[in-house]
């Protein structure tokens, strides 16, 4: 590992003995303990994680909501001062720049944006900038903590204070840290189908606000969580992830992120979306579980009637129902509940059948 | 389990005799690598390998992993308790996690692995 980024945290993990991997040029904890076990003290209990890798860009100027309309697939206009939104960037063609969160604050956007894609996200909004807008890249000056599971309620409002437990899923509040007003942005939200929360702080406040969130989470069982679970918990749940489910070789409507796509406004990749909606979708991201004894993972060719008709974009063991999940491509006529499947896993063609998403209940506060 | 009895590959297989058996697994050093093991795809019992066939399939939660067959021979028995529960390995690699019992062919192969005490300085220096 030679350049790789380091989050404030990166002392913390290593003390911990965390397994560290290169994710998207960061040297980043993949497991603390196991994955299965902070899988399952997130779903269970509480989980936290260091999600500092991921990029923060401001969007401001009297003409941001303007401009933000013109390149984001779903409706801006609807959020109001302290509320979030996911949406997506699509290309002309309709293909995905990336997904992010938007918040709106009072004067700016705030768009939490893949960690993979933070100086792609930046050049593509600034090249496309109309009016009076300023963008600005801010990831290095930030970390984020998502604090996820059925105690992270109990958590949140034990250290920053009771008012957290009203703040509505996809809503946001700005709290102050000692002297400094509005420095740390705490939204309810998250990447694992459970209640939480995601705390956005200065990267110098990071390490002190980590270890008293877990002196406070000690006696709600809060352990750290890396990102193998982040990646199974989203997987249950049918999120996508940049780089597996969703590309530069995918729309947003194959991809299931229909209701992130408002056609009714015009936006960079509308005319094509609008087009292929027309068309009918070729293909659609569907769940599905293995009949066959075997794990599916990222690539694996999808066969039906011995054709190879699309590809598995992620997959892996389900630690809650010990399932072997994934998600794939498949043809819109292979795309319904129930459908038998078959996925060649190495060389073995083993049956599979497409199944409801999410694989566990959803438990955020709605 | 005398750890002493067991010789390792530097693939993180080891090998432990009994009479013209030898049993088959994978390495303290090796499961925790791997993290959390969640399917074991095992061979057929009566096929025979040859010594660096590939043997087993080993597959955590994020990463698929082969298992060299150590020693030319046929397969006399697998355990089977690792469909059932793969996480074995985790718990007990040189134990109840065994992976396949080979008849050994060629007693002079068992030359070529290291003992305890080699294995450990090998693993320090990875």
Known sequence: MGELKRTPLYEWHKAR????IDFAGWEMPVYYEGIVAEHQATREKAGMFDLSHMGEIEVKGPDALEFLQSVMTNDVSVISDGQAQYSVLCYENGTIVDDLLITKLPGRYLLVVNASNIAKDFNWLKSHIKGRVEVLDRSSEFAIFAIQGPHAEDIVAAFYGESVRSLPYYHAIELDYQDKKNAILISRTGYTGEDGFEVLLPNE?????????????????????GLGARD??????????????????????????????????????????????????????????????????????????????????????????????????????????????????????????????????????? | MDIKAFK???????????????????????QKE??????????????????????????????????????????????????????????????QGWIAVIEIENPDELNDFMDAEDYDNFCSTL
């Open chain 1, 205 to 225: 406040y990071a390490l002190e606000t980590w270890n008293k969130l877990f002196e406070v989470g000690e006696k709600y069982d809060l352990v750290p969580v």
């Open chain 2, 34 to 95: 791997l993290g959390d093991i969640v399917y074991v795809d095992l061979p057929p019992v009566g096929e025979r390998f040859a010594g660096g066939d590939e043997l087993a399939e080993v597959e955590s939660v994020k990463a698929v992993s082969n298992i060299f067959c150590p020693l030319s021979g046929e397969v006399l028995e697998v355990n089977e308790e690792l469909t059932h529960s793969p996480e074995l390995i985790n718990k007990d690699p040189y134990g």
């Open chain 1, 17 to 20: 003995g965390a397994r560290l």
């Open chain 1, 232 to 366: 199974t918990l989203r997987m249950e749940m049918k999120f996508a992830l940049y780089g597996n489910d969703i590309s530069d070789q995918t729309n947003p409507l194959e991809a299931g992120l229909g209701w992130v796509v408002k056609l009714d406004k015009e936006f960079i990749g509308s005319a094509a979306l609008k087009s292929i909606k027309e068309k009918g979708l070729e293909r659609k991201l569907v769940a599905f579980e293995m009949v066959d004894r075997g794990i599916p993972r990222q690539h694996c060719p999808v066969v039906i009637d011995g054709q190879p008709v699309g590809e598995v974009t992620s997959g892996s063991v389900s630690p809650s129902t010990g399932k072997n999940i994934g998600l794939a491509y498949v043809p819109t006529g292979s795309s319904k509940i129930g459908t038998e499947i078959a996925i060649d896993i190495r060389g073995k063609i083993l049956k599979a059948k497409v199944v409801k998403a999410p694989f566990v209940p959803s438990h955020v506060k709605k």
């Open chain 2, 8 to 30: 390792f590959t530097e693939d993180h297989e080891w090998v432990r005799v009994e009479g013209k058996k030898a049993y088959i697994g994978i390495s303290e050093y090796a």
